[in-house]
């Protein structure tokens, strides 16, 4: 199985080490930063921070020419196929799941990706919130395979 | 504006859409973190490769404020996580533990994060990530206006 080869292994290494580095070169490491993205009420008075939307635009670029090369190829590298998203669906889990992140984000000013390369420095209480995440998330599995289990009861 | 850093900004955005690009190339895996970190609890699917890039990440944020203190926050200034304000009367690991939580459900049921939805969902024109990163950028902008965390 291609997941546990070296080259697939590397590749995730590679792929995370380029993501930390990323995470801490952009700044996105620090809370306070987010937030000064996300205080748009700073706009008038000249304290809003521009710098997150500089991160996530280079980050999608590059990342857009990335899936024009692979729409050219049948496979990635090191695997026999790409694990293309399939649900297109915009429904309620989507919304409110979005909205949910979007609280929690905003009353902390941590994402995933800043909450786990945050290990890196442990700032204080970053173990409750990576616990709870973590059971969150545990959490968000159970309602969503039940919803799934429902649809199939329903059909 | 004295914090915008638009050099660094770019700089590490394009270092997150490389790390993107080479998970996407190499082993067809988005990289969104909330889906790599939920799936390493169970039900655990192929948790060796989402363990080794969590581990990678770690080291090479530790790794580059090492070489580039500079820059700040993780470098000569250590990083802090926000605190309750005030007004709520909620003690501060109470208050983290509440936004963990519903970013762990959040991201679970709305299936991604800012990198899934936000880098890997729109560089694929994906409108139902583009739905998603509206709907949680406009909802954390207004809650960061309604508690007044900063």
């Known amino acids: ?26 700044q996105m490491v620090d809370p306070f930063k987010v937030l000064r993205f996300l205080d748009f009420t700073a706009i008038p008075t000249g304290g809003w921070d521009p710098s997150l939307a500089f991160v996530i635009v280079p980050a999608i670029v590059v990342m857009f020419i990335a899936v024009q090369i692979g729409n050219r190829r049948t496979a990635p590298l090191f695997d026999k196929a790409f694990n293309t998203p399939t649900n297109t669906k915009i429904d309620a889990p989507l919304v409110g799941g979005a909205a949910l992140f979007g609280i929690g984000w905003g009353m902390s000013g941590i994402c995933p990706g800043p909450a786990i390369s945050l290990i890196a420095f442990v700032p204080d209480n970053l173990w409750i919130f990576l616990a709870t995440m973590a059971i969150g998330s545990f959490i968000g599995s159970l309602v969503m395979s039940n919803t799934r289990t429902q649809k199939l009861a329903d059909a | 504006m004295e914090s915008f850093s638009p050099l660094s900004a770019a700089l590490g955005g394009s270092l997150i859409g490389l790390a993107a690009a080479v998970l996407w190339l190499g082993n067809g895996r988005i990289a969104g973190i909330s889906g790599i970190f939920g799936h390493l609890l169970p039900p655990v699917q192929s948790a060796v490769w989402r363990l080794v890039f969590l581990v990678a990440l770690v080291l090479a944020a530790f790794v580059a404020a090492k070489l580039f203190p500079q820059l700040g926050v993780g470098g000569v200034e250590p990083p802090r996580l926000v605190e309750a304000p005030a007004a709520w009367g909620i003690p501060t690991p109470i208050w983290l533990g509440i936004a963990g939580l519903l970013i762990g459900v959040g991201t679970r049921i709305g299936n991604g994060c800012t990198s899934g939805h936000g880098v890997c969902g729109l560089a694929r024109l994906s409108v139902r990530s583009l739905v998603a990163v509206v709907v949680f950028f406009g909802v954390a902008i207004i809650t960061v206006t309604v508690t007044g965390v900063v």
Do not use: D, E, N, R
């Not at chain 1, 590679?14 to 990323?22: I, K, N, Q, R, T």
């Open chain 1, 1 to 26: 199985m291609a997941a546990f080869k070296l080259p697939y292994l590397a590749t995730a290494a590679l792929s995370g080490a380029l993501f930390g580095a990323g995470l801490y070169v952009s």
